[in-house]
């Protein structure tokens, strides 16, 4: 398919924000790409399914070299269109298409083609890198008119700015596939497909099954990374039983990290609860799985808890944050900072989806497969009960342990992946944080000059990200003292979209944990609210934005 027919459903896109009308928009486009499904990652604005998270690794300063490769400028009036438009995809629009007059539909660019060049760019490694990466974009700038050109700049950026997001994809897919006859046949619809999507986190691959009537062909394949069930929180003790029912399984709520690992023919893969891989970071971690989890294959729900060597004590997350991303001297910090391996869960054994088993079934599956030793690998703490006193008591003792509480789960129910239903609830004390996202920053000035240095954090409320403050305190001055501004402003600088005077807009990946005094009614902000007083305690570099509180967890919180 040629791209600018691609580029006309997004300019249909841009020019509303009717969640309804984009829903229609796509759903009318779908019946155009049955052949070549994967053209849905472009409307996603990505050239990769989901559960593949590799980056394009392009920055704005790389986007502003092509577009002046391109278009024959140099990148000085790259840079002053830029100021003046605050958009890269509109500055290539400019000074691109300036240098075509002709129309669209004259264009022999395809999808084909923007898809193969985009996804070689993670796969360039070594000397001259960012050379070839420029190259391959101004390839397609040069078989781009105007339109194409923005939309090319932008998608590299990882910000098409059309609003098309997973609930709006899935009710196309939904509205063109089935066609539903009224509202019940609809909701039904809309949750046989999400149910799909959370297995395969490739809105393509569910496309294409949906379009042919074979979703039920979707199963758990162990080597791919699949959403991992979530858990809303209970008021009490009382409110867990009600929610997850009498008796119910009550377990340590460790505090770490999630980490779905999966064994297939010998090969062992780690992913994060955003499906990042992680296998290289902890080869610890492989090896005591190799030796103590038995069967052909598995995917097994653990939380990656850390320890002090010398102590035995317990660490919190923050203390074994940074091995997530660590790329290089790996063992060195596999030394530093261990890990034990907490197993609360199975999904797949031997070449069976156990999604459906109860999870009471699920945990004697654990109780055999794994063996268990100290500091190594171990399973959730665990007591059975339907007795309030009983439960208060091993709360305590969790907390006493260092851990953040109890999870209470539903003993006879299925584990549906991504779903954050009340199968599990958990159990923490009161404690006057969030997890959110940052969504734009400010450049400091004086003594900070150079860093970002305030930092707008958002919630999310349906789809649509709010923002519930500014924050900038909690980062430190001198790197030597932990997390920095120098720290952060480099990592926001590689995600940058848009800048206006000091003020920049960021995609919305980083999240951080904050701690605030008090909520307050604010119309300042996006979401209707602030916190006052806000504070950064922490990087989550195990989440993204799907994981951050909503703005109804914020209004409860006032
Ligand atoms: P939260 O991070 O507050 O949303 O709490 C849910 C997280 O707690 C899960 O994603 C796990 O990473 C973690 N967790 C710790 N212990 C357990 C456990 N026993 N069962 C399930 N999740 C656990």
């Not at 990148?75 to 240098?99: H, M, P, W």
């Not at 609003?163 to 039904?188: M, T, W, Y």
């Not at 779905?260 to 992680?278: E, Q, W």
Request: hydrophobic residues 35%; aromatic residues 8%.
């Amino acid at each position: 398919m040629k791209y600018s027919k691609v580029c006309e459903v997004y300019e249909k896109l841009e020019s509303t924000s009717k969640g309804l009308e984009k829903t229609k928009i796509i759903a009318d486009f779908l019946e155009k790409i049955e052949k070549e499904p994967e053209i849905i990652y472009l409307l996603q604005g990505k050239v990769f399914p989901d559960y593949d998270k590799r980056e394009l690794g392009m920055s704005q300063k790389l986007v502003i070299k092509a577009i002046a490769k391109a278009s024959g400028e140099n990148n000085e009036k790259v840079v002053k269109s830029f100021r003046k438009t605050g958009d890269l995809g509109k500055t290539a629009e400019e000074l691109i298409g300036k240098k075509k007059q002709s129309s669209l539909s004259q264009s022999s660019l395809t999808t084909e083609k923007v898809i193969k060049n985009l996804q070689k760019l993670p796969e360039l490694e070594g000397k001259g890198t960012v050379g070839r990466k420029i190259d391959l974009i101004v390839e397609l700038f040069h078989s781009a008119k105007d339109k194409e050109a923005k939309y090319i700049a932008r998608t590299v950026l990882g910000d098409l700015k059309v609003g098309v997001g997973s609930g709006i994809l899935r009710d196309a897919i939904v509205q063109h596939c089935f066609k539903p006859k009224n509202i019940k046949d609809k909701k039904e619809k809309i949750e046989i497909v999400q149910e799909a999507y959370d297995k395969s986190a490739d809105w393509a691959e569910i496309f294409n099954k949906a379009c042919k009537g074979r979703l039920k062909e979707i199963h758990l394949k162990p080597g791919k990374a699949v959403k991992v069930m979530l858990f809303p929180k209970a008021k009490d003790i009382d409110d867990a039983f009600r929610i997850v029912g009498k008796p119910a399984a009550f377990e340590y709520k460790y505090d770490g990290f999630r980490m779905m690992i999966s064994m297939s023919g010998g090969k062992i893969s780690i992913f994060t609860r955003r499906l990042d891989n992680v296998t290289k970071q902890f080869p610890d971690v492989v090896g005591v799985v190799k030796k103590h989890v038995h069967g052909k294959s598995f995917m097994i729900d653990c939380e990656a808890v850390g320890y002090d060597r010398k102590t035995k004590a317990y660490q919190p997350f923050q203390a074994i944050s940074q091995r997530i991303k660590r790329k290089y001297h790996i063992e060195e910090l596999v030394k530093k900072l261990p890990i034990e391996l907490v197993v609360f869960d199975v999904v797949y054994y031997n070449e069976k989806s156990y999604l459906s088993e109860p999870f009471k079934e699920r945990r004697k599956l654990i109780e055999k497969i794994v063996k268990q030793e100290k500091y190594k690998i171990t399973l959730a703490d665990q007591i059975v009960s339907d007795d309030e006193k009983e439960v208060e008591k091993f709360m305590d003792k969790a907390l006493e342990e260092g851990q953040e509480g109890l999870m209470a789960k539903n003993l006879k129910a299925p584990y549906k992946p991504g779903a954050r239903i009340g199968y599990g609830v958990k159990l923490k004390p009161e404690s006057n944080e969030f997890d959110l996202v940052i969504t734009g920053a400010e450049w400091g000035t004086g003594k900070r000059a150079g860093w970002l240095t305030s930092f707008d954090i958002s919630c999310r409320d349906d789809g649509e990200l709010k923002e519930v403050g500014k924050v900038s305190t909690g980062l430190k001055e001198k790197e030597s003292e932990g997390l920095s501004f120098k720290q952060m402003t480099k990592k926001l600088k590689k995600i940058i979209t848009k800048e206006h005077g000091r003020h920049v807009s960021v995609r919305p990946e980083i999240v951080v944990t904050v701690l605030y005094q008090n909520i307050q009614k604010s119309p300042s902000y996006s979401s209707g609210y602030a916190l006052r007083f806000p504070r950064i305690k922490m990087l989550r570099p195990d989440r993204d934005k799907s994981d951050i509180a909503t703005l109804s967890e914020i209004k409860k919180a006032m």
